[in-house]
């Protein structure tokens, strides 16, 4: 329930953030970030742990920042899986919306669903 939760939240900011960011990053519906985010949930899970292990050194060196790039590189191949209904126009897109997802993320994990915890 929580990974069907956690997909659904990745959607909402997909949209809103495809609202934000009109010209560089585009969702055609909330389908299409519905997908996206079930294809960034199972990248994250299959690919993510490989990347963090390839670039362990760069990752110290940069004291984590290095892992906003490789939450880039999943957003962008979850951009290619997607087609054209889910588009990054650059790079530097993709290292954007994965800061602002990450930043957002923390915040609804802190405010939302650790009170469920309690």
Do not use: C, Y
Not at 78 to 97: K, N, R, W, Y
Request: net charge neutral.
């Amino acid at each position: 329930m929580r990974w069907v939760v956690g997909i659904l939240i990745n959607a909402i900011l997909f949209v809103a953030i495809a609202g934000f960011l009109d010209d560089s990053f585009h969702v055609a519906s909330f389908g299409a970030a519905v997908g996206a985010s079930a294809i960034l949930s199972i990248l994250n899970i299959l690919v993510r742990p490989i990347l963090i292990i390839l670039t362990l050194p760069v990752t110290l060196l940069t004291l984590g920042l290095f892992l906003f790039v490789i939450n880039a590189i999943t957003l962008q191949i979850t951009d290619q899986i997607m087609g054209s209904s889910f588009e990054i126009s650059s790079f530097g897109t993709a290292i954007l919306v994965a800061v602002i997802m990450s930043i957002a993320n923390l915040i609804i994990q802190k405010a939302v669903l650790n009170k469920d915890r309690d």
